[in-house]
């Protein structure tokens, strides 16, 4: 991570591609949440010891913006920026290049909260820690 971005590279594989050639829209959301959850795992974040304590990370809203396809074999990075989207909600700003020219392929703008074993929303301290730590660029 650098300037509070997180990046990951990926190649588009054959079966992720439709009848069109180009990959299916669904599975761009598939390359969004393994960034995602590549950049949590990464910050400390370790999904089955989250399990255990009743912690859900879970997405309330995704807006994606499909700007250009990806066809098989083509090399990209996803990008992930983490920001604050309300008192209890924070927001994942995530960016598709097309390697290596870098050219924009989605946008997406993916909201989530925690729910503890109650079912409620919280914010766990170390999701504000990181989510301080994203404001300064850290």
Same mark, same amino acid.
């Given at each position: 991570?650098?300037?509070?971005?997180?990046?990951?590279?990926?190649?588009?594989?054959?079966?992720?591609?439709?009848?069109?050639?180009?990959?299916?829209?669904?599975?761009?959301?598939?390359?969004?949440?393994?960034? @995602?959850? /590549?950049?949590?795992?990464?910050?400390? #974040?370790? %999904?089955?010891?989250? !399990?255990? =304590?009743?912690?859900?990370?879970?997405?309330?809203?995704?807006?994606?913006?499909?700007?250009?396809?990806?066809?098989?074999?083509?090399?990209?990075?996803?990008?992930? @920026?983490? /920001?604050?989207?309300?008192?209890?909600? #924070?927001? %994942?700003?995530?960016? !598709?290049? =097309?390697?290596?020219?870098?050219?924009?392929?989605?946008?997406?703008?993916?909201?989530?909260?925690?729910?503890?074993?109650?079912?409620?929303?919280?914010?766990?301290?170390?999701?504000?820690?990181?989510?301080?730590?994203?404001?300064?660029?850290?």
């Amino acid at each position: 991570m650098r300037s509070g971005l997180f990046y990951l590279d990926f190649t588009v594989r054959d079966y992720e591609c439709d009848m069109q050639g180009i990959v299916n829209n669904a599975v761009y959301q598939n390359y969004l949440e393994h960034a @995602r959850h /590549e950049y949590l795992k990464g910050a400390g #974040f370790e %999904f089955s010891e989250l !399990i255990l =304590r009743g912690i859900n990370l879970v997405v309330v809203r995704a807006e994606l913006d499909y700007k250009r396809s990806l066809r098989s074999g083509d090399r990209f990075q996803v990008q992930v @920026r983490l /920001e604050r989207a309300s008192k209890l909600r #924070f927001a %994942f700003l995530q960016e !598709i290049f =097309r390697l290596p020219e870098r050219k924009l392929i989605l946008k997406a703008k993916v909201v989530g909260t925690v729910l503890n074993a109650d079912g409620k929303p919280q914010l766990l301290d170390e999701m504000v820690s990181l989510l301080d730590d994203s404001v300064l660029g850290l």
